[in-house]
C-alpha cells in the first residue's frame, strides 16, 4: 500500500512540477453555473436468482427497487456552487422477508418470499456539495456531507476533494478523501433471536408454535455482534490527459479501508457437520455470516474516449481490482454514442465483469461449524456477468420546451440487461430529466 | 500489474510534454460524450453494482456507505 502511495505521489509531483508553467488561456471569467439547474432521477430495478444469501446461497434473491432523485445545482457567485442531492428508494426483497419467513400466511421456503411486514423497506439519503473554483479555473475545491438511512441501518458521510488542472487544461489531477461512519441495528434470522443471551431457546413462541422437522434438537451457537459500527476511509487519486484533438483518456486509484461489522447480521450460514433442521420447507440456520472486522480494497481504473466524427464517440472503461479478502476482479466496457440528429443520441453500450471468490466463501452446506470465518453471499462467490444496455438522449440546448420557469434541457433514457454465470439475472430501466432555471 | 499501472502513468505524463491541445481546438474534446466520467443517468446502474459486485471504486461510483445487504 505504502509502495503505490509513494509511487503515485512521485509521478503527480513530477506532473505538478513539470505543469507550473503560467496558464496563458485566462481571458475572462465566466460563471462557473450559469443559472440553477434541477435533474430528476429515476429507475426502476428488477433481479432474482436461487442463491440467496438471507437462506445460505439457497432460494429466491428476487428484489424489486424503484428510486426517485432530485439533484439541484445553484451558482451562489461566479466561483461557488451549492448542489443539494436527495433520494429514495423502495424496495420489496425475498432477502429482507426471510429474515422472518414465518410471518407470512403460507408454509415457510426459501424460493419463497415471505409476505410478511419485512418485505418491504425505505432507503433515503441526502447530499449536500459546496465547490469553489479558483479565478483562472484552474483549482476546484469541494466539501460533501451526506446521511443516508434504512431501518436497519444509518450512515453519515464527509468528504472533500481538490482538482489542478495546468498545462493549459490539457491536463488535471485531483484528490478526494471520504469518511463513513455508519451504524447497524442488526437484525438476526429470526429463530436465532431466541439463541441470544437471556433469550427462551426452543421455548419461545416461534418453536411451540410451529413444528421442527428433521433434527428435532435445534441447539444453534448463536452469539450476537458486539460491535454494529462500520467505519470506511476512501482515498482516492485521480489524473486525466488530453491526448489529440479527439482523444483523452484518464486513471483513477482508489484506496479503501474498512473496519467494523462487516457482515451482514440476517444472511445465515448452513455448516455441513451440523445435522439440518426445518420448519416448512425452511432450514433453520446454524449460524450467520461471520467476515473479518477490517478489508482493504484497491481499484485502478482507467478511460479512454475518441472521438471519431461527428456522428460516433468511442468511451471505454477498465478496472482492476483487488482486496485482502481474496477478491480480484476486472471491468471492461465499451459504450458508443451514435449521434442520430443534433439532438438525439443513441447510447449502444456492452459491460463485462468478473471476480474471483472472497476466501471466506463457500456454497450451501459446504462451511464446517469449525472454520473462524464463514459466508454463502455469492455476491462474494467466483462469477462473471455480462451487461448489454441500450440509452437514448434528446438534448435542446436552447430549451424551447418549458414546464412554469423550468426550460428543458436534456432527456434520458436507458434499460440494461445484466445477467451472471450463477443464475442471478437483473434489468434496470433509468430515466433522467435535467431542467434550467430561467 | 503495478508495474504496467506505473508505466502507463509515466507514458501519459511524458505524453503532457508533446501535446498541447489549444482551447479554440477543444471543439471535440467539449462533446458532452466525451466526458471521462459516466453520465448522471448511469448513476442508480453504477449503484447497483456497488451492491451485487464485491469490487467498486475507480469508477466515479460509491466506495462507501450504505449497506446493499438486499
Known sequence: ?438 | MIKRIVLLVMVLTLSTSCVVVKEYEKVNLNDPDMVLADKKVDRNISTAHSYREAASGANGGKTGGGCGCN
Request: glycine share 6%.
Open chain 1, 1 to 438: 500500500m505504502k509502495y503505490i502511495s509513494f509511487i503515485v505521489l512521485s509521478v503527480l509531483s513530477i506532473q505538478l512540477a513539470i505543469g507550473q508553467a503560467p496558464d496563458s488561456t485566462q481571458v475572462y471569467k465566466k460563471r462557473v453555473l450559469e443559472s440553477t439547474e434541477i435533474e430528476f432521477l429515476s429507475s426502476y430495478y428488477n433481479q432474482d436468482g436461487d442463491n440467496a444469501a438471507v437462506s445460505g446461497g439457497i432460494g429466491s434473491e428476487e428484489l424489486t427497487d424503484v428510486t426517485a432523485t432530485f439533484i439541484v445545482s445553484i451558482p451562489l457567485n461566479d466561483d461557488d456552487v451549492l448542489t443539494i442531492d436527495a433520494g429514495i428508494s423502495a424496495y420489496t426483497s425475498a432477502s429482507s422477508s426471510n429474515v422472518d419467513p414465518f410471518d407470512g400466511s403460507n408454509p415457510a421456503d426459501p424460493f419463497v418470499a415471505s409476505s410478511g411486514a419485512s418485505q418491504s423497506d425505505l432507503w433515503s439519503n441526502l447530499t449536500g456539495s459546496y465547490s469553489h473554483s479558483s479565478d483562472d479555473r484552474n483549482d476546484i475545491w469541494s466539501a460533501k456531507l451526506s446521511v443516508s438511512a434504512e431501518y436497519d441501518y444509518f450512515s453519515v458521510g464527509v468528504g472533500g476533494s481538490y482538482t489542478k488542472l495546468f498545462n493549459e487544461k490539457n491536463t488535471e489531477i485531483s484528490i478526494n478523501g471520504n469518511i463513513y461512519l455508519d451504524t447497524w441495528n442488526a437484525l438476526y434470522p429470526t429463530e436465532l433471536r431466541p439463541f441470544e443471551v437471556g433469550g427462551n431457546g426452543l421455548n419461545s413462541n416461534l418453536f411451540t408454535q410451529n413444528t421442527i422437522t428433521g433434527n428435532t434438537n435445534y441447539n444453534p451457537n448463536f452469539t450476537a455482534f458486539d460491535n454494529e459500527g462500520r467505519n470506511t476511509y476512501a482515498l482516492g487519486f485521480g489524473f486525466s490527459q488530453i491526448l489529440s484533438k479527439n482523444l483523452q483518456g484518464s486513471l483513477a486509484l482508489d484506496l479503501v479501508k474498512q473496519d467494523g461489522l462487516l457482515s451482514t447480521p440476517f444472511q445465515r450460514v448452513y455448516f455441513s457437520d451440523i445435522a439440518d433442521s426445518f420448519i416448512d420447507n425452511f432450514q433453520l440456520a446454524d449460524d450467520i455470516e461471520r467476515l473479518p472486522d477490517t478489508r482493504s480494497k484497491i481499484a485502478v481504473g482507467g478511460r479512454l474516449n475518441y472521438y471519431i466524427n461527428e456522428t460516433f464517440v468511442v468511451r471505454t472503461f477498465y478496472r482492476y481490482y483487488t482486496d485482502d479478502w481474496g477478491i480480484k476482479s476486472h471491468t471492461a466496457s465499451v459504450e458508443v454514442p451514435i449521434k442520430i440528429t443534433d439532438k438525439f443520441t443513441l447510447y449502444p453500450s456492452y459491460r463485462f465483469y468478473n471476480q474471483t471468490a472472497a476466501d471466506y466463501f463457500d456454497v450451501y452446506e459446504g462451511h464446517l461449524s469449525t472454520n473462524e470465518f464463514y459466508t454463502s453471499d455469492y455476491d462474494l462467490s467466483k462469477y462473471s456477468a455480462n451487461q448489454f444496455s441500450f440509452g437514448a438522449s434528446y438534448t435542446d440546448i436552447f430549451t424551447k420546451f418549458h414546464i412554469w420557469n423550468l426550460g428543458l434541457k436534456s432527456i434520458d433514457l436507458k434499460y440494461t440487461q445484466y445477467d451472471r454465470n450463477n443464475t442471478l439475472s437483473a434489468n434496470i430501466i433509468t430515466a433522467g430529466f435535467k431542467f434550467v432555471l430561467d
